[in-house]
């Protein structure tokens, strides 16, 4: 089994940075794929950005260039740093992650490892 804890998240304004980190733990292998999803009320839960277990990094349109994701191997932690923040990024963003996946997935179906998610609030 794989621990997924994160933290970062909360209330800022539109424009501001946030920094969302999240920790793997467990029987954690070196092909573990980490991604990070989000959901706001009502809607379904969407891909945000990921990296896989060789370095690669995924983004959603959305994100792109404002997002970035870094990953430490040591630690095992996957970062996402959130820049230019828009009132429609208030969701839960959520951690996941899987193992043993050659092909990085942007859909929430195949991670069977899970954060129990931080709210990010984005006032206008």
């Known amino acids: 089994q794989v621990q997924l804890a994160e933290s970062g998240g909360g209330l800022v304004q539109a424009g501001g940075s946030l920094r969302l980190s999240c920790a793997a733990s467990?029987?954690?292998?070196?092909?573990?794929?980490m991604g990070w999803f989000r959901q706001a009320p009502g809607k379904e839960r969407e891909f945000v950005a990921g990296?896989?277990?060789?370095?690669?990094?995924y983004y959603s349109d959305s994100a792109k260039g404002r997002f970035t994701i870094f990953r430490d191997n040591a630690k095992i932690t996957a970062s996402l740093q959130m820049n230019s923040l828009k009132p429609e990024d208030t969701a839960v963003y959520y951690c996941a992650a899987d193992q043993l996946r050659p092909d990085f997935q942007k859909v929430p179906g195949p991670y069977p490892y899970w954060g129990q998610g931080t709210q990010v609030t984005v006032s206008s």
């Open positions: 990296v896989n277990w060789s370095g690669g990094t």
């Open positions: 467990g029987r954690t292998l070196t092909t573990l794929n």
